[in-house]
């Protein structure tokens, strides 16, 4: 069996360019202006750094510590006045049509001051993907307009992605592991759609958001090949949404219990499940994994961005802290072992910087955003006012065909060995950048002593806030196993992954 992305050269093995060089295979392929749309978001997120998030990251912090139920709507309703819900949502569909992967330095920037309040902003983006990883055109249309309408309206529409049970979290996010995993979340069918019972747990923004994509599954002994998603809005029958967790760090962003006791989802709700996918070159359980996988390889980067703004942050407060501070005469920053500590740290969050853009680039060609990166698509898309879209996409987008042939085109258009190197740098970039992260904080700490564990030196808060990153999105060590069965286990067929 031949190594997918790798080539056999005597008893090791050579990868292909494309699997270790993925920004250089990408220059001529990729739309010159996606680049430019990448250094206007992060001068766009550094403007609303200054203006809203530095100033605001202490306080809301505090305010979580005395009143863990608090929401902040303040907040939520400003990166709503600045456009953030809908920068990165599609013309054909309302949005400002920003390139999907000027997103990830974007996120990076606003982590490098605040983590709760990046992912308050980011993990909209998680609820919208697994919306998009369905390709359910008339829908993806319905609820990216809601979001439009609650930007000009000034009451946002957030959408949450809702995953993880109580017994099952980073198992829902393997096929390999959801065969074994405790989940719970029932989705009967009924006449005219489904009767969901059960419970998720650790949903960001829950008690923010209006919609909330919901993974059930209608066999709960094989969930792996009847899984389906669901788009649950508030005020639906049988929802409701439960406790906010008391969290260590990213406290600013609610991670929310929702609760199903016999809601009712029609059947115009239901985004995608094997019924829908009939006629899809790949099974049941495969194309329900394809879709996790569109998600994953796609946040997974969005979490390693985060991590490099944290590293980035711990190592400016470090930084900060060295040329006010005095030892033994002179400033701490012309003592050599303290130079040496900030260069260790620059050069972490560099690397982790390295792993997410080159990420960004897999996703480019082969991953969630790839149909939008056609030449021809993105420049057409780019010189059309949204207005041109809103008079003709509508009544295409709700039309049954549209969606049939978009995942035609998408779902089976993606060639296996291209959905294994985006997940697998995907999750490259999700253990690395966020262990670097961690490397950081222990480092600013190390550099600062005592001053370091003030909250108004900031760097105590985003060590709590970094850990985080280690656990979602599927834990390091899960991701770890995840690059092993997508860049090197191909290569050896005897090796075995997540048997137990």
């Not at 303040?74 to 999907?100: C, D, S």
């Not at 980035?312 to 900060?320: C, K, S, V, Y």
């Not at 253990?431 to 961690?438: K, P």
Request: net charge positive; proline share 4%; charged share 25%.
């Amino acid at each position: 069996m031949m190594a997918i992305g790798m080539v056999a050269k005597g008893n090791g093995w050579t990868p292909k360019f494309e699997d270790i060089m993925c920004s250089m295979d990408s220059l001529g392929k990729m739309p010159k202006g996606a680049v430019v749309e990448m250094k206007e978001a992060m001068q766009l997120a550094r403007r609303f750094n200054r203006a809203v998030v530095r100033p605001y990251a202490l306080e809301l912090d505090r305010k979580m510590q005395q009143d863990p139920t608090y929401l902040p709507w303040e907040f939520v309703e400003e990166a709503n006045r600045w456009g953030f819900y809908t920068m990165w949502i599609p013309k054909l569909f309302g949005g400002k049509g920003w390139n999907l992967g000027s997103m990830i330095p974007f996120v990076e920037e606003l982590a490098t001051e605040c983590l709760g309040m990046a992912n308050l902003i980011g993990v909209q983006y998680f609820g919208i993907s697994i919306l998009f990883s369905t390709w359910n055109v008339r829908l993806i249309d319905m609820i990216c307009r809601e979001v439009v309408e609650g930007e000009k309206s000034g009451k946002p529409c957030l959408v949450s992605g809702a995953v993880t049970e109580p017994e099952a979290g980073t198992d829902a996010e393997e096929v390999e592991l959801l065969s074994k995993a405790r989940v719970r979340c029932h989705a009967r069918k009924v006449d005219g759609g489904y009767l969901v019972n059960g419970t998720k747990v650790f949903i960001s923004n829950g008690h923010l958001s209006t919609w909330h994509m919901l993974i059930a599954y209608e066999d709960l002994e094989r969930p792996e090949e009847t899984m389906v998603c669901l788009a649950v809005k508030n005020g639906m029958k049988g929802f409701s949404i439960g406790r906010m967790e008391k969290k260590m760090g990213q406290k600013g962003c609610p991670a929310s219990e929702l609760i199903f006791e016999d809601c009712f989802i029609p059947d115009d709700h239901v985004c995608f499940n094997a019924e829908q996918m009939k006629g899809l070159r790949r099974s049941a359980k495969e194309t329900g994994m394809q879709v996790i996988d569109f998600v994953v390889s796609a946040t997974r980067p969005g979490v390693g961005a985060m991590a490099t703004g944290a590293a980035r942050g711990a190592f400016q407060e470090a930084l900060r802290f060295a040329r006010q501070t005095e030892v033994e005469g002179k400033l701490l920053v012309n003592h050599e072992w303290a130079q040496c500590l900030l260069a260790e740290m620059y050069k972490n969050m560099t690397l982790a910087r390295l792993t997410y853009m080159e990420c960004a680039h897999i996703n480019g060609r082969y991953g969630l955003a790839s149909l939008m990166n056609h030449k021809p698509v993105y420049y057409y898309s780019r010189s059309m006012p949204t207005s041109f879209f809103d008079r003709i996409m509508p009544a295409s987008n709700r039309r049954a065909i549209t969606t049939k042939l978009v995942r035609k085109l998408v779902m089976d258009g993606q060639k296996e060995e291209d959905a294994m190197r985006a997940s697998g740098w995907a999750s490259l970039s999700k253990f690395a950048a966020t262990d670097l992260a961690m490397e950081n904080c222990r480092l600013a700490l190390e550099l600062m002593g005592r001053a370091g564990i003030r909250q108004d030196r900031r760097v105590e808060k985003i060590l709590r806030d970094a850990k985080l990153l280690q656990i979602y999105e599927g834990t390091n060590q899960l991701n770890r196993l995840n690059l092993f069965k997508c860049l090197i286990g191909p290569y050896a067929p005897e090796a075995r992954v997540f048997e137990e």
